[in-house]
């Protein structure tokens, strides 16, 4: 049986479109617990949800102010399922966080690595604008795409062209 706060929490995140600022205040507000459910949501532990009310929690996470939010928002970057490791990646970009440079800096290292996934690291890394994340997409966009496939891809091209040089 679930608790009123998870009930409320889930109807939230089951919304068709959800406004992020008034529903990060609802969850909020409800405490720890409110941010609990969302992260365990987000982490894709509640069995049974729709695929939706996953990638919605996920996409809240980086305006919910709370260090487990932060910290799932980091987890996630490494989802498996590339759909929320997308939407973990954007919110990383729009908070310009600079402590996941190395973490994307890392991903794009990986043969295996989607190219659209590819393509949303090198935008996050855009947006931190960090030192740090412009060493990372030098460094990325002399890669040779014969070692790191998605480097050849057009969304990833695309992307590092948007760069500053």
Known sequence: M?????????????AIEIDSESAA????????????VL???????????????????VALLDAVDHP??????HLLLRDPNPDVS????????RLRDTAVVAE???ALQQTSLPPLVAAEAVRALIAIDS????????HYAAADPTQYPHRAA????????????
């Open 154 to 165: 057009l969304a990833v091209n695309g992307q590092l062209r948007l760069r500053r040089p």
């Open 25 to 36: 205040a609802a969850i909020a507000d409800w405490g720890n617990e409110g941010v609990t």
């Open 86 to 93: 997308v939407r973990a990646l954007r919110g990383s970009a």
């Open 39 to 57: 992260c365990d949501v987000a982490l894709g532990t509640f069995p049974g949800l729709r695929p939706k009310v996953r990638l919605n929690a």
């Open 104 to 106: 994307l800096g890392r």
């Open 2 to 14: 679930s608790t009123p706060i998870e009930s409320a929490i889930l109807r939230l995140l089951s």
């Open 131 to 138: 030192p740090d994340a412009q060493q990372v997409l030098t």
């Open 68 to 73: 487990q939010a932060h910290e799932t928002r």
